[in-house]
């Protein structure tokens, strides 16, 4: 059984990693900055080994990184929850540094780290900022010489299970609303990456974007609503508004609004034939994690 170093263990993407890379056998070693949390007490009882570091201590990430096979690497972006007050672009590509050098300092046979997609077309067209952070990060690996893979999923499914779409009983974002937008289910991550680790030799220098569905994000919404079994209307955000948050993240959906992941679905399902579509996520796991926030919502918004 080889050790599979699992950095960014207690989010999203390597949470499902985790489960793929258990379930197939491998040892696992999670890294956690707080090993009494939940969510890492969580991979312990599945069978993780927890070893405490942080993406800012080069240091501890050579140390978790020793004696291990393969490394799977993945930093927050800007904006994702629980990240550091003030964190930014350069905090996640510097994170990305520091992991990749600590595999390369110890001697890691294989790493894989999830990139986002589109990052291969830096020299033709303008990115977003996470976007070019991610491309950043797979120009320093290239650079050690790593044997490496680079996985560039599209958009997740889960950003549609809480407020991050779901807002006052609608489904509710930027996206021009008849423009076809390519998702993915965070646990098909899981096992594309459990697969690159699997078949070194078929995925040791690939860089592939993955995508599991496109449809309109008024489509998604009907879907939704099907799957939950009430009213969730699609409501399209305008441009505007974001660019008062933010015009970086303004860019960001109007790239996608008129460029696009470009993804190509029936390749990924072809890589991946259990590969889910939005409807397969949705009767699986996507419509009851919709359904409890909507549930907690109502009960938040109820007096006494």
Do not use: C
Request: proline share 6%; charged share 20%; aromatic share 8%.
């Amino acid at each position: 059984m080889k050790t599979i170093v699992v950095v960014g263990a207690t989010g999203l993407q390597g949470r499902a990693v985790t489960a793929q890379l258990l379930a197939g056998g491998w040892r696992v070693r999670a890294v956690t900055r707080d090993p009494d949390a939940p969510a890492a007490r969580a991979l312990a009882q599945a069978g993780a080994e927890l070893v405490r570091a942080e993406m800012d201590d080069p240091a501890s990430l050579v140390a978790a990184a020793e004696d291990a096979h393969g490394l799977f690497s993945v930093q927050p972006t800007v904006g994702s929850p629980g990240t550091p007050a003030g964190f930014s672009a350069e905090d996640e590509v510097r994170w990305g540094r520091n992991v990749a050098d600590a595999a390369h300092a110890a001697g890691v046979r294989h790493l894989v780290y999830a990139s986002l997609a589109g990052a291969g077309r830096h020299d033709t067209e303008r990115l977003p900022g996470n976007v070019i952070s991610k491309w950043r990060v797979e120009q320093h690996i290239t650079r050690l010489g790593l044997p490496a893979t680079f996985l560039r999923p599209v958009s997740f499914m889960e950003n549609y299970t809480g407020a991050y779409h779901l807002h006052d009983d609608t489904v509710a974002t930027a996206f021009a609303a008849d423009v076809p937008q390519q998702i993915m289910a965070v646990d098909d991550v899981g096992v594309f990456a459990a697969l690159a680790f699997a078949q070194p030799g078929e995925w040791i220098g690939r860089a592939v974007d993955l995508a599991g569905d496109e449809l309109t994000p008024r489509r998604i919404a009907a879907e939704i609503s099907e799957a939950v079994g009430r009213p969730l209307p699609y409501v399209e955000i305008p441009i505007e508004t974001i660019a008062r948050i933010g015009e970086e993240f303004a860019y960001a959906y109007t790239w996608l609004n008129e460029r696009g992941y470009r993804a190509d679905v029936a390749f990924t399902r072809a890589l991946h034939p259990g590969l889910m579509d939005l409807r397969t996520w949705l009767r699986r796991t996507g419509a009851a994690q919709i359904s409890a926030f909507l549930a907690a919502q109502g009960t938040a918004e109820r007096p006494g």
